[in-house]
């Protein structure tokens, strides 16, 4: 007798997620606020279990329901991606929660589905699966974004996040319908053999631009970035730490299997509008981060502009391009979360401060916190031999070898003007007369985060093959 | 050599593994750091020397470990003799660093700070020198800027160790990154990042078309390590550093990595005119500008510095010169310029330390306090001037010689012996200056400190390095002849050019310019003496031009005015621009297709023919539609109540649109949902202020026009979405799965009306879902109202509703009167009588479901309007007063009554939700069809409906929690009052 349910082992990590999640609602339900510590903690379980399943899951390529969900070598490492950061998120939440007096149950339960969503997206092939997942996760996200609903910059974040991600949906799914209409299919592989046969013209390519559009606004690529500093600034520090990671991970795998899984046949067309897109990231991220004073609001345009790297690589359109695209979103989840981990430090007596001044002299006060944060920033802006250098390596060098010499150029030099504003930070930890009173000290879960993404940061270049071979074979999954 | 693999790799880890070591070392733990520093740049200098052997003529020793292997990228340790002789320097130098500094640093000074980034910048600097791919060069390169930023800032507490710190490595860093772009592309055209293939790879780069690019790009690099024109300034300000850093990294190691790394591209780059005008003109500028700007130094470090500069731009220009003689001038200028600097460098620090003071007009006659030091910086000082008998001369000779040789027929190149003598006539003066001043003259009266020779350590390595430059200026050939020639072999293979070390090559034109610049310049001197002794700061002319000065002054431009502008312009923080970007890109994001060749090629087919004759009232419906739409968005902001009323037309416009291009079933569907949407929001309107209180305002011109350009925006984007969507619907459907319904539906599933056969039987499981999730929707936005109290921040009751709230909450308890009797009496007296109408009609739309339209789900609607209707007429305590509404049954019942429908099949042994069907001639109804999807239908039917009423009631409910509260609260306060009483 056939199993009953035969994609359950393709699914068990999502099934565990999903399944875990609506237990977690009970726990939360019957036991009330007293369950929060509890809930927090089985979530972290439930990510932990889903990575495990992950983990377990063959290397060879796996296909359920009707071939709208797929999990092959691509799938697993950006499954890996998600689950670490939101597992990172959930640690660096529960103190900062308890402090502020937000700390509720259906936070780690939010993040559990917004996981559940991204898996979904990072296995999607194709479109109908690829807008659940999507609105899964978003939908979640919206929640979150506004969690501290007291506070009226929260409240504004949730939902300009929510109107905006709301538009942006909309294009996507008028592109989809655009491409459904003209390839009569909504299946990756179907789209890909549709196009190859010459089916769509404009019309696909119309289907093809609204799609970029909608998900360049979920990875807050320029020109879809405006929501993502005010985004950021106003949503709870874990929160933002959270949109900043995991989301942009799987939204960057969904474009990547868009459009090297049903485009494969029209590069030409779509390198355009990523070559425009990444170079218009880059720059813009570069230079309107250099003004900012809140550190949130910079981390923003940093985010930005690494997604304009990232792109670099898509925009290679090759395995090895692929390949800079997987290494890059690995490190930068490390480096974001770590980042975030100092952001979240920062909180004297009077609270959480948020001021690019507030870090003045900070090595002074906490030499380790200075030390990392430094070493962190300096990753950012590509300095070996930390992380960030080695991923903007792969995606420049990918670059260049896909002939996209201007490309290639044009991000070196917005690397150069990212490097300044990561340095003037530096130079205020360590330089500058510090203003008030040192940090509280940090709560054990912050200092796990921030003691494992230092250690990816600072010593990667020793052992870099491990990442490097795992995304090299999930690149490959999709060629 | 045995095992060479290992002793490279110690050259490189060593250091590092010592930098890590002395960082644990206790804060005053000045001599065990010292011999710390001291054994391991020893241990190097002695394994380097005993490489000696393997690199000779041309050879190479590497080593090599896998690192990012399928990048093609591998660690490889490469020592060539161009290599071993850099090496030399940085061992050999940094052990007299180390051993200087050990007494120079005071014991207030955490040495294991100090020591440890000393080895690391050692380690660092070693890595660049030895790096056997390109990838690892940038690696190492963007390490040495880091420590040597944190070396220059080891003093923070002095703000100028901090500017200064700051702008060393933001200008070395950015050249950095700069370099790994120029690096990526030379790796992509030879095919290999391995520096052996690349300096294999014959003319491949230089006849690339991206010859230019990587040229720039290598060239930002190396021109901002070696402080070339025009990121010279941050040198100077570097000075702020502790001397033996200066001693170390800005003279003999960090600042030669840029011109190190110009000679080891040059077999492969140096072949095209590009690199001759660049690096020939950026060099002869720097060499004048350094030499002249020295000269009107105050400082004795930074006259040091810019002489540096000067020297730097001396070799970079031979480099540029692209003959093998004068790369043989420049790999023996960056020798000897290593030892008189280092060893002037650390005159300098003794002075400061012993004077306490750097600035050379309040210093003078210092012969007479500290005569060895002055006698070893004299003779370093005349090295540095280019005086016979020095290693200086000679090199500067050989610097003459090839300036005379023709390069190319260019102005430059014919003006290039003017320049460099004028260029040799300042570093004379500068040298002259700082003998004489420091020296000479009349004692200083107004030192700080008493100033005497310093403790024989320091001295000694002034004394080898001084000794080395007296050695190689006498005996040229014997001392530094093999060396030399290995160093230059690694850069130009094992053939030499023809060139002779000596001090006499009889009268040249070379010795005529060398003896044209010294008394040239020691009447410059003169000249200028007591003008230099003034109150001046820094050269005339020059002055103006402070490199600092514009670095900070585009910083501040770049990083706030810029920056701040572009913010301004691109991010704005309000959401309505936001939305309008958002929109308008995305428009011109579809416009881009379409410019794409789409309008050329008329691909996008909006010439179908159309389906259907126009029929007039079917255009004056779109038009009343149209008008609606319109209606509503301008009434949206003003007045929501008029904005949901007029939607509910558009929304009417589609119903009817649908019944007539023949699909009942949507426009039924389309119809109710309609309906209870327009309801559901009229009863959500309640927490939103009615209407903006200026609405009578006269609106202001600026306002009219932001609303047509919205307008206009709106109409083009819907226009455009209009179009597009015609166009994919009037295409021909591919492979479309809803031709089989259509044959199907009587036939197997017995209802004619395909769309309610799909969902009760075809696609039941899809509708057993479905209904599942709407029940569960219902019951959360239940539970959330229930629990539902606007966000503290949002917005404040508005005056008339808050004076509602007051009146009701007064008459809470008081009889029904005012404004409540009567009120809607006539709309709501038909409302009540409307309800066993609109039951009868949702009874009638369910029974017909199976062939005409109708179905569970639109009946289930139309019996929610039922209850909307009755709410809405008498409130929610006067209904609920008189019916019982258990919605929370209906939903109960339905699904049960579906998942039963479906499991019954499986008593059939049929798989599940299986349908059967007949037909029944019952009494009163006729016939009638009976199938088994029916009773899945009613368990639709009942879940619709309790759904919406469920939503409804609790919608309805917050009016009277609301009463609840204030009363609640009012009580409260009465008490309180009594009890105060």
């Known amino acids: 007798m056939a199993p009953l349910f035969p994609a359950f082992s393709v699914v068990l990590p999502e099934f565990i997620l999903a399944a875990g999640a609506l237990v977690l609602v009970l726990i939360g339900a019957i036991r009330g606020e007293r369950s929060n510590g509890l809930v927090s903690a089985l979530a972290v379980a439930l990510i932990a279990a889903a990575g495990i399943a992950v983990a377990f899951q063959g ?78 996760q978003s939908l979640a996200i919206y929640v979150i974004a506004a969690f501290d609903r007291d506070n009226a910059r929260s409240s504004e974040a949730g939902l300009k996040y929510f109107v905006l991600g709301a538009l942006s949906s909309g294009m996507l799914l008028y592109g989809s319908s655009l491409v459904y209409g003209f390839t009569g299919t909504v299946a990756f592989p179907g789209i890909a053999a549709a196009v190859a046969g010459g089916h769509g013209g404009t019309g696909l390519i119309f289907g093809l631009v609204f799609i970029a559009a909608g998900l360049a606004f979920k990875i807050s690529a320029v020109p879809f970035h405006m929501w993502t500093p005010d985004v950021y600034e106003g949503a709870p520090s874990p929160v933002t730490a959270f949109m900043a990671s995991a989301p942009k991970a799987a ?181 500058d007369e510090p203003k008030a009173g040192a940090y509280q000290p940090m709560a054990p879960e912050v200092r796990f985060v921030l003691g494992v993404s230092s250690v990816v940061v600072i010593l990667f270049w020793l052992a870099p093959a491990s990442i490097v071979a795992a995304a090299s074979a999930a690149a490959k999954s999709l060629f | 050599m045995p095992d060479a693999a290992l002793y490279l790799t110690i050259l490189i880890a060593l250091p590092f593994v010592g930098s890590v070591i002395a960082a644990f070392f206790p804060t005053n733990a000045r001599n065990a750091e010292a011999w710390l520093a001291g054994t391991v740049s020893l241990t190097n200098l002695v394994i380097t020397i005993m490489f000696l052997p393997s690199v000779r003529n041309a050879k190479v020793v590497r080593a090599e470990y896998e690192w990012l292997p399928d990048y093609g990228l591998n660690f490889i340790a490469r020592l060539d003799g161009f290599a071993w002789c850099f090496s030399i320097l940085i061992f050999g130098i940094g052990f007299l660093v180390v051993l200087y500094a050990r007494y120079y640093m005071s014991p207030a000074d955490p040495a294991p700070r100090f020591f440890s980034f000393l080895l690391a910048f050692m380690g660092a600097m070693t890595g660049v020198v030895l790096a056997g791919n390109l990838i690892q060069l940038v690696f190492f390169w963007e390490l040495t800027s880091l420590f040597s930023f944190l070396l220059i800032a080891y003093w923070h507490h002095n703000q100028n160790a901090r500017d200064g710190a700051r702008v060393a490595l933001t200008v070395t860093a950015a050249g950095g990154l700069c370099l790994l ?108 500008i350094g030499a002249f700007m020295a000269l009107f130094q105050q400082d004795l ?93 000679i090199s500067k000779e050989m610097f003459f010689t090839e300036t005379i040789e023709s390069h190319g027929n260019s102005v430059l190149d014919n003006n290039l012996p003017y320049l460099a003598t004028l260029a040799g006539m300042f570093s004379v003066a500068y040298s002259v200056r700082l003998i004489d001043q420091v020296f000479f003259g009349p004692a200083a009266t107004d030192l700080p400190r008493k100033p005497h020779d310093p403790v024989i350590w320091m001295l000694v390595p002034i004394g080898l390095l001084v000794l080395i430059c007296l050695l190689i200026g006498i005996l040229p050939g014997p001392t530094v002849g093999g060396f030399l020639a290995t160093a230059v072999q690694g850069v130009l293979g094992p053939q030499l050019p023809s060139y002779s070390l000596a001090v006499w090559h009889g009268f040249t034109p070379a010795l005529i310019m060398s003896f044209v610049a010294l008394i040239g310049g020691v009447v410059t001197y003169f000249t200028l003496k007591t003008y230099l002794s003034g109150n001046i700061e820094g050269a005339p002319v020059l002055r103006r031009l402070k490199g600092k000065r514009i670095f900070e002054r585009a910083i501040v431009i770049l990083s706030w005015r810029w920056a701040r502008r572009i913010a301004d312009i691109v991010g ?51 038009i009343v539609g149209c008008g609606c739409a319109l209606g509503a968005a301008y009434q949206a902001k003003y007045h929501r109540l008029a904005a949901v009323i007029i939607m509910g037309g558009a929304g009417l416009a589609t119903c009817i649109t649908f019944a007539w291009l023949s699909a009942p079933d949507l426009a039924l569907t389309q119809l109710l949902v309609e309906i209870v949407t327009t309801v559901l929001l009229l009863l959500g309107l309640r927490w939103l202020p009615q209407r903006l209180e200026d609405t009578g305002v006269r609106i202001s011109f600026g306002a009219r026009l932001r609303r047509l350009r919205d307008l206009g925006i709106a109409i083009v984007g819907g226009a455009g979405l ?79 509703k808050r004076f509602q709230n007051q009146f009701d909450a007064d008459r809470y308890d008081a009889p029904k009167a005012g404004i409540a009797a009567h009120y809607m009496i006539v709309p709501g007296l038909i409302m009540r009588l409307l309800f066993p109408v609109v039951a009868m009609m949702a009874v009638f739309l369910f029974m017909r479901g199976h062939d005409a339209p109708g179905g569970g789900f639109v009946a289930g609607l139309t019996f929610a309007i039922a209850f909307i209707l009755q709410y809405m007429a008498g409130g929610a305590r006067w209904v609920e007063a008189r019916l019982r509404v258990l919605p929370v049954r209906w939903i109960g019942v339905g699904l049960l009554v579906a998942a039963a429908t479906g499991l019954a099949a499986l008593v059939f042994d049929r798989p599940f939700l299986t349908s059967a069907f007949q037909y029944a001639d019952l009494p009163v109804l006729g016939r009638v069809p009976l199938a088994s999807a029916l009773v899945f239908d009613f368990g639709v039917f009942s879940l619709v409906l309790g759904a919406t009423v469920l939503v409804l009631i609790a919608l309805a409910h917050q009016s009277i929690r609301i009463y609840r509260a204030m009363a609640a609260a009012k009580a409260a306060e009465t008490d309180a009052i009594e009890e105060a009483r």
């Open chain 2, 722 to 800: 209009a179009a597009i969507a015609y166009a994919v619907m009037t295409r021909p459907q591919i492979n479309s799965i809803s031709s089989t319904f259509l044959e199907r539906a009587y036939s197997e599933g017995g209802g004619r009306n395909v769309v309610n056969v799909i969902l009760v039987d075809f696609r039941g499981f899809d509708t057993l879902g479905e209904i599942t999730v709407l029940g569960i929707v219902a019951i959360t936005v239940f539970a959330l109202l229930r629990r539902f109290r606007p966000a503290r921040v949002s917005v404040e009751a508005p005056r008339q």
């Open chain 2, 572 to 622: 704005t923080t309000r959401l309505q621009p936001q939305l309008r970007l958002l929109l308008l890109i995305a428009m011109l994001a579809a416009l881009w297709p379409l410019s794409a060749g789409a309008l050329a090629s008329g691909a996008l087919a909006l010439d179908v023919d159309w389906p259907f004759a126009v029929d007039p009232s079917f255009v004056l419906l779109w």
């Open chain 1, 59 to 136: 290397g060879e390529r796996a296909e359920a329901f009707g071939g709208s969900f797929v999990v092959d070598n691509f799938a697993r490492f950006m499954k890996m991606l998600a689950l670490i950061g939101s597992a990172a998120a959930l640690l660096l939440a529960r103190d900062f929660f308890q402090r502020a007096k937000l700390d509720r149950f259906e936070y780690p339960i939010l993040v559990v589905l917004a996981t559940l969503g991204m898996m979904m997206m990072i296995s999607a092939n194709d479109l109908i699966a690829l807008y659940l997942g999507l609105e899964l």
């Open chain 2, 301 to 393: 470090k930074g006259l040091l510095a810019y002489s540096t500069i000067s020297h730097l731009g001396l070799i970079t220009l031979l480099l540029g010169l692209g003959s093998p003689l004068a790369m043989v001038a420049a790999v023996f200028h960056i020798i000897n310029h290593a030892t008189f600097k280092a060893s002037l460098f650390m005159a300098a620090g003794i002075i400061d330390h012993e004077a306490g003071t750097r600035d050379v007009r309040r210093l003078g006659g210092l012969f007479r306090a500290m005569p060895i030091t002055a006698t070893l910086a004299m003779v370093a000082a005349a090295s540095m001037a280019g005086v016979p008998l020095l290693n200086g001369f």
């Open chain 2, 181 to 288: 772009g120029g690096m990526l592309i030379i790796g992509h055209i030879v095919g290999s990042y391995d520096l052996d293939v690349v300096l294999a790879s014959g003319d491949r780069i230089v006849s690339h078309a991206l010859y230019l690019p990587t040229l720039l790009l290598v060239a930002m690099g190396a021109l901002t390590k070696s402080a070339q024109f025009p990121f010279q300034f941050w040198l100077p300000r570097a000075m702020a550093a502790p001397t033996p850093v200066s001693a170390y990294l800005h003279s003999a190691t960090m600042v030669k990595a840029g011109v190190f790394l110009l000679a080891r591209l040059w077999p492969v780059m140096s072949n095209h005119e590009y690199w001759f005008w660049i690096f020939a003109s950026v060099g002869v500028l720097t060499l004048l």
């Open chain 1, 251 to 431: 939204a960057m795998a969904l474009l990547v299997r868009v459009f090297v899984g049903a485009f494969p046949d029209i590069i030409g067309q779509w390198r355009q509008i990523i070559v425009f897109v990444a170079i218009a990231s880059m720059v813009l991220g570069a230079f309107a981060a250099i003004g900012q004073r809140n550190i949130k609001r910079l981390m923003a345009y940093s985010s930005i502009s690494h997604m304009g790297y990232a792109l670099v690589g898509l925009a290679a359109g090759t395995a090895n391009g692929v390949q800079g695209v997987l290494i890059y979103l690995a490190l930068y989840l490390a480096m974001t979360l770590g980042t975030f981990a100092c952001i979240i430090a920062m909180r004297r007596e009077s609270g959480q401060v948020e001021t690019i001044d507030d870090l003045a002299g900070l090595s002074n006060s906490q030499p380790v916190l200075a030390f990392l944060f430094a070493m962190l920033l300096f990753s950012l802006a590509g300095i070996p031999p930390l992380a960030g250098f080695f991923a903007k390596l792969y995606v420049f060098g990918a670059a260049i070898e896909a002939k996209l010499y201007g490309l290639a150029v044009i991000g070196v030099l917005a690397s150069v003007v990212g490097a300044f504003y990561y340095l003037r930070i530096i130079k205020l930890m360590y330089f």
